[in-house]
Structure formats: C-alpha cells, structure tokens
C-alpha cells in the first residue's frame, strides 16, 4: 500500500526533537512506519480504524522509529556537557511515547499484540504431563 504520512507531518509530532541543524530525512522511517500501519490495517477485519486513523498510527510510528535512531534527550545541560535519553530498551514500540500513543490509536488491538510479540516472543515454548497422577497409577506388587 502507499505511503500514508508526509516528512512534515511527522517533524510536527517530534517537535524540538527533530535535529533541525542536519535535517535528517525521514522517509526510512516513514517506509517502516508505513510497513507495519499495512498490517494493522490487515489486521482490521471489521473496518474499524479509518484512513485518517491509519495515518496517524503510521505518522505516530514513524516518529517513534526516529526517536530510535535519533534517541531522544530527557534531559540536558550545558557547562561541561551532560544529557541523559529517553526510552527503554526492550519494550518495542512501548519504549518511545511516540510508540505508546501508536498502539493507543490502533482500536484493534493488532498493534499491541505485535509489540507483545516483539518484546516476548511469538511462540511460548511448554511441557504437559500427559500421563495419569502418581496415586492414579495402579499399584504392581510382581513385576515379574
């Protein structure tokens, strides 16, 4: 599917993020945004989510998958330089608030289980016991 979202559309959402001075563009991240707003969209079997909706979950995500490349500062200082990031590696698209406000507008779901696939696997991997309880066994005294 096309493309949903435009370059300024997600420097709006970034704000004072985006690196204004090197201007990155930003049609990677919008090529993997749009990528994972096809699936949900897929996902979507009751038509639930609108075409305005679908930009907004690619635009969202998008800036998300900026923020890590770009990591986003928390906090800042000047004077013998310090800085601190946000985010938390690990958590998939729950790791940025861009993220975060993505999976929000996905009413579906999907997005909120794939990121739990992401982060946990998508298959668990289990044993059961398949025989019966020791005291439903039947006692042999001869084996013989």
């Known amino acids: 599917m096309a493309v949903r979202t435009t370059d300024t559309e997600v420097k709006a959402i970034l704000l004072g993020q985006y690196d204004l001075s090197g201007e990155p563009a930003l049609t990677a991240f919008i090529a993997t945004a ?7 969209d897929t996902c979507d079997t009751l038509n639930e ?3 305005a909706t679908l930009e907004l979950i690619e635009r969202w995500l998008a800036a998300h998958y900026y923020a890590h490349a770009d990591q986003l500062a ?3 200082s000047t004077g ?3 800085s601190s990031f946000q ?3 690990g958590k ?4 940025t608030q861009y993220g975060q406000t993505a999976i929000n507008l996905d009413i579906t779901g999907c997005l909120a289980k794939k990121n739990r696939e992401m982060v946990e ?3 668990k991997a289990g ?3 398949l025989g019966k309880a020791k005291s439903d066994q039947t006692e042999y005294v001869d084996r013989d």
């Open 87 to 89: 985010g938390v590696t």
């Open 49 to 51: 989510l609108s075409t």
């Open 127 to 129: 044993i059961t016991w």
């Open 80 to 82: 013998d330089a310090s």
């Open 34 to 40: 749009s990528s994972l707003t096809d699936y949900v």
């Open 74 to 76: 928390q906090s800042k």
């Open 121 to 123: 696997g998508k298959v």
């Open 92 to 95: 998939g698209l729950e790791s």
